[in-house]
């Protein structure tokens, strides 16, 4: 039996998988455990930021892992407080206090809780092609019937409106709005960049009737889009902010942002995590912004994914609809359906994610360099080519 017939026999059985075992990471690259080589553009979906197997993040993991890997918030730490130092440092101004956690799902769980807490209101409005993960709560704020459907009835008072369309979001928000949830990039959606001049209604929307904004940077965050967080170029300034995926360089990790306005409704009891801000996971992270940082990462992120967009846009293909993007989030919106794209990508050793049935969803390493962005577009190219011609 092989490893994935062994994976196969015993997983849960909720994972579509592709018929690949990775073994290895060393920067932009995978390798299976046949010792194929890969160039991933998928990045464990935006969770790698910082490259596979970094040295000085391996180092200050392992550095922690021999001194304290947990230590609930019964108590204080070390790292944790350094790290929450830093979140206050670096997230959108106003944001002072963290709730630390484990999952950008957790994380907007706990934005959900505490919008109703200090509020005292518990209706929502979230956008249509919206994603913000799969735990009951997060899933009522997200659209896609598919992930719906087989787990009703979820977490009422729940709206959903079209994405951009302010006036559509002004004909539902009102006195009884708790929040509206935004993705900056609506990443599972289809890789779809909300404008500053629609996030700066929505703020004012907000303000008008005294509901929190809740912004979902899981995806958008750590410098993926060509700033640290995306809501610095869209002019967002939220009540709340999600972080996850990439926030820890690999490791678990979520957090919630909230103003000091929010922070005062809240007591202790009132929520909590047993990993939440362990050691192992705050120091991870604060050697991930260390790298970001001393690396010039989000620069690399601004330059590379103009750069990459340019070169899709060059790609002479009926195939190809529309490529949109913000840094390194970008999407190739296709006019057939990804999936053969995505094999073929993937036997030329390209690792590559979808956002949908026709959209290609780019999300490298920061690290990224124009040589390995050719590779691509030049494989890509050849694979459109050969699936035009076919049909």
């Known amino acids: 039996m092989n490893l994935i017939e062994q994976e196969s026999q015993h997983t849960s059985g909720v994972y579509g998988k592709r018929d690949v ?43 922690q892992a021999a001194t304290l890997m947990t230590a609930p918030e019964l108590g204080y730490n070390d790292k944790r407080a350094q790290l929450l130092a830093k979140l206050a440092e670096v997230t959108p101004a106003g944001l002072d206090r963290f709730f630390l956690c484990n999952s950008g799902t957790e994380a ?16 929502f409005v979230a956008t249509m092609r919206g994603f913000h993960g799969r735990t009951l709560g997060a899933l009522a704020a997200t659209h896609n019937a598919k992930y719906r459907e087989p787990f009703k009835p979820l977490v009422a008072d729940f709206a959903h409106v079209p994405f951009g369309n302010i006036a559509k979001l002004a004909a539902v928000v009102n006195d009884e709005t708790a929040a509206v949830i935004l993705e900056p990039v609506q990443g599972e959606g289809g890789v779809r960049v909300g404008s500053s001049r629609y ?3 929505v703020r004012e929307l907000c303000d008008k009737h005294g509901a929190l904004l809740i912004v979902d940077e899981i995806q958008t965050g750590m410098g993926r889009t060509g700033t640290l967080f995306a809501s610095e170029q869209l002019g967002i300034q939220p009540d709340i902010i999600a972080l996850g995926k990439a926030l820890a360089g690999g490791v678990p990790m979520g957090a919630t942002g909230i103003t000091q306005a929010v922070a005062d409704t809240l007591k202790p009891g009132l929520h909590g995590s047993t990993f939440g801000g362990n050691p192992l996971a705050c120091a991870a ?23 990459f967009q340019e070169r899709l846009a060059e790609i002479n293909s009926p195939l190809i609809r529309e490529v949109r993007g913000l840094g390194l989030l970008i999407g190739v919106d296709m006019r057939v359906r990804v999936t053969p794209i995505l094999q073929a990508l993937m036997d030329r ?7 949908g049935g026709t959209v290609l969803r780019f999300l490298p390493p920061l690290t990224i360099t ?9 494989t890509l190219t050849s694979v459109l080519r050969e699936l035009h011609e076919s049909n």
């Open 21 to 63: 075992c990775f073994v290895r990471g060393d920067g932009t690259h995978l390798w299976d455990n046949e010792g194929k080589e890969y160039l991933d553009f998928g990045t464990g979906i935006s969770v790698a930021n910082v490259g596979h197997a970094h040295p000085q993040l391996v180092a200050a993991i392992a550095d």
């Open 108 to 123: 907007i769980e706990a934005a959900i809780k505490f919008a109703r807490l200090a509020t005292g209101r518990h209706n």
């Open 199 to 201: 996030f700066k209604a």
């Open 285 to 307: 992270s604060l050697a991930t912004f260390a790298i970001i940082e001393d690396e010039n990462l989000v620069e690399n992120a601004r330059e590379m994914g103009a750069y």
């Open 349 to 355: 050793g390209f690792m590559v994610l979808n956002a």
């Open 370 to 378: 124009q040589v390995e962005i050719e590779s691509l577009i030049t």
